[in-house]
């Protein structure tokens, strides 16, 4: 079974910056786009940002460009978020996924971490 | 960009009801539309995909059909497992969630 384990959420400052880590398993992750998807408290799922499987690709929501940048390392089956000038709205779950194409390329995730919580409060 | 919603926003019901979730896009979207369950504290699982291919593992009582901006999720006889929210995804233009139908005890 698919292992995505997340890492590196906690209590930061506004202004202050965080790396979220991803670490996967029990698949070839060199072959799958991955994602962050994040969740505020009692808030519905916002997609974050995409990589391709050989990193050349890369795609942000708008409110995260400029601040976030996703990553990937394929010898340590890793997949990071670095999130900088961090904002009270960035509070959430955060999410490690794979990325699948189905039928029509329609791109869904079918594969979740558990999630890891960042706060942002002074 | 896509905007995405759902109706209702909430429903109770009971175990062995027939529950219809409806999705609207704001603009046409093909085939790209998949829908997740969640429950509290939980990552979202992946039912469908494509609009209406059953995710691998998924009860055959979920089901989903639509075309172009709507689309529903159908479960056929509702299992006390199934109580849940409930999202739609648009993967036509970037990626947007639908804002959740919560799915509880009548």
């Known amino acids: 079974e698919v292992q995505l384990v997340e890492s590196g959420g906690g209590l930061v400052q506004p202004g202050g910056s965080l790396r979220l880590s991803c670490a996967a398993s029990?698949?070839?992750?060199?072959?799958?786009?991955m994602s962050w998807v994040r969740q505020a408290p009692g808030k519905g799922l916002e997609w974050v940002a995409n990589?391709?499987?050989?990193?050349?690709?890369?795609y942000y929501v708008d409110s995260v460009k400029g601040r976030f940048t996703i990553s990937r390392d394929n010898a340590k089956n890793s997949l990071f978020l670095q999130m900088n000038s961090l904002r009270a709205e960035d509070t959430a779950v955060y999410y490690c996924?794979?990325?699948?194409?189905?039928?029509?390329?329609?791109?869904?995730?079918?594969?979740w971490g558990q999630g890891t919580r960042v706060t942002v409060s002074s | 960009d896509i905007q995405m919603t759902q109706s209702p926003a909430s429903l109770s019901a009971s175990v062995g009801d027939r529950v219809t979730i409806t999705c609207r896009a704001s603009?046409?979207?093909?085939?790209?539309l998949s829908w997740y369950q969640q429950k509290p504290g939980k990552a979202p699982d992946l039912l469908i995909y494509?609009?209406?291919t059953l995710q691998s593992g998924v009860p055959s009582r979920f089901s989903g059909s639509g075309s172009g901006t709507h689309f529903t999720l159908t479960i056929t006889s509702l299992q006390p497992e199934d109580f849940a929210t409930y999202y739609c995804?648009?993967?036509?233009?970037?990626?947007?969630f639908g804002p959740g139908t919560k799915v509880d005890i009548k």
């Open positions: 603009q046409s979207i093909p085939s790209h």
């Open positions: 494509s609009v209406s």
């Open positions: 990589i391709k499987q050989d990193g050349s690709e890369k």
């Open positions: 995804q648009q993967s036509y233009s970037s990626f947007t």
């Open positions: 029990r698949f070839t992750f060199s072959r799958y786009w």
């Open positions: 996924a794979r990325g699948v194409y189905g039928s029509g390329s329609c791109f869904s995730w079918d594969s």
